[in-house]
């Protein structure tokens, strides 16, 4: 069995930390960040009854944290309490951030998160990237990420790492493509194509997808099953809070999953997909809406004013996800299946027939659905949160650095 590597950044700053003294503190360190990051302000004595380490242990972690410029002392807290207040810490909205990129089949994003996880700057460019070669879509996002740093390092942000959501298969070195078939791209080492100065992970948009939902969803379980549906479909499978990758990192290929055995020919050489029959491009297709800018936003306006032909689109890709959703709910028995991506925003005309086809197929009693608050911008989050996570698990070794 391959090891487990760590889920986000598979060679990157977040791999396990050494059994030692000075992994100890580090690991430590890690815990302080991410506390006062998921639930502060806090005072110091407040950390140290949530994370179990004496007043004394975790005073000398915080002044480290102050030091390396990654908490702030907002002031007293809560004037009034018996006793010599505390000062409150949060995390600092200066220093590191995350960048996060994309490369969608018809657009490339960029954006710099800070470690309080807000968005401080971005870039959107709408481009057919279809059938290009990796070459010039690469340099054209290196672009577009020098341009989001200017803007970050304005703001007294640096960038911490890179992390590139990509619509296809990636190897587990965290940088090579193996197959993008609605690119067209094989065997791309993404990472030659972009810049070395930075710490930089390639991974499944979809994986980027689920992990927004588990970091940045409203209360997401630990178990789900999260659904990218854009002009492919992903799937991220989330197992007590950490992303299932299968043995080579190809899991969660919804997309290709067989829906009618002998459907229409697919581009990964199979026949009757899952993404033959709910891909935004069949949907568009049955729906007769042309391609354009919008076209999830213009399917979503035809169906609420009652276009039939939209509506009956619409019931049918959700009975096409419905069935092949079922094989995974009874696979896998998630607490809930999470509908992201751009056909989040057809959800109410989508889910009566996807749910409908799970309530009669599962097993078990049905699995409840939910539809993501991310929507289309979850890769491009995850992406640049999980450079942010990076930070928070590992504070010292991007302090060195700084
Ligand atoms: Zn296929």
């Known amino acids: 069995m391959t090891a487990p590597l760590h889920e986000v950044h598979p060679a990157g700053p977040g791999r396990a930390l050494p059994d030692t003294q000075q992994g100890m503190r580090r690991r430590n ?6 506390t006062v990051s998921a639930e502060g ?3 110091r004595a407040a950390v140290a009854s949530r994370i179990g380490l004496t007043r004394a242990a975790v005073s000398t972690l915080v002044d480290e944290l102050i030091r390396f410029g990654l908490l702030e002392e907002l002031g007293p807290e809560r004037p009034g309490r018996v006793g010599r207040p505390g000062s409150a810490l949060a995390v600092s909205g200066r220093g590191p951030a995350g960048v ?7 657009h490339l994003a960029v954006c710099a998160m800070d470690l309080r996880g807000r968005v401080r700057a971005r870039a959107v460019r709408h481009v057919a990237n279809r059938g290009r070669s990796p070459k010039p879509v690469a340099e054209e996002l290196a672009a577009l990420v020098r341009q989001v740093v200017a803007d970050a390092e304005q703001q007294e942000l640096w960038p911490a790492g890179l ?4 619509p296809g298969l990636i190897a587990r070195d965290g940088r090579t493509v193996v197959r993008a078939p609605n690119l067209g791209w094989h065997d791309t080492d993404l990472g030659a194509l972009l810049p070395g100065d930075l710490p930089l992970t390639v991974d499944n948009e979809a994986n980027f997808g689920g992990l927004a939902e588990l970091w940045l969803g409203d209360g997401t379980p630990r178990d789900f099953l999260h659904v990218s549906a854009e002009i492919g479909i992903g799937a991220a499978v989330v197992v007590d809070g950490r992303l299932l990758r299968g043995t080579r990192g190809f899991a969660g290929e919804l997309g290709h999953v067989p829906v009618e055995p002998d459907g229409p020919a697919c581009a990964c050489g199979g026949r009757g997909c899952l993404e033959q029959y709910a891909g935004e491009e069949a949907v568009l297709r049955a729906a007769g ?9 213009l399917l979503a306006e035809r169906a609420a004013e009652g276009d039939e032909r ?3 689109a619409l019931r049918d890709a959700g009975r096409a996800l419905g069935v092949a959703l079922t094989g995974a709910v009874n696979l896998l028995d998630p607490q809930l299946v999470v509908l992201g991506g751009a056909l989040a925003g057809v959800a109410p005309w989508l889910l009566p027939s ?10 078990g009693p049905a699995c409840p659905v939910a539809v993501s608050r991310l929507g289309p911008k979850g890769p491009l989050l995850g992406a640049a949160h999980s450079v942010v996570r990076a930070v928070l698990d590992d504070p010292a070794a991007v302090a060195e650095r700084a």
Not at 100 to 106: I, K, L, M, R
Not at 289 to 297: I, K, P, Y
Not at 354 to 363: G, K, N
């Open 29 to 34: 360190l890690g815990r302080v960040l991410h």
């Open 310 to 312: 939209v509506r009956r």
């Open 100 to 106: 996060g990129a994309e490369v969608g089949v018809d």
């Open 289 to 297: 809406v042309e391609q354009g800018e919008d076209r999830v936003g």
């Open 354 to 363: 996807l749910e409908a086809e799970l309530a009669r197929r599962t097993a």
């Open 163 to 166: 992390a590139v959501a990509v």
């Open 41 to 43: 302000p806090l005072s």
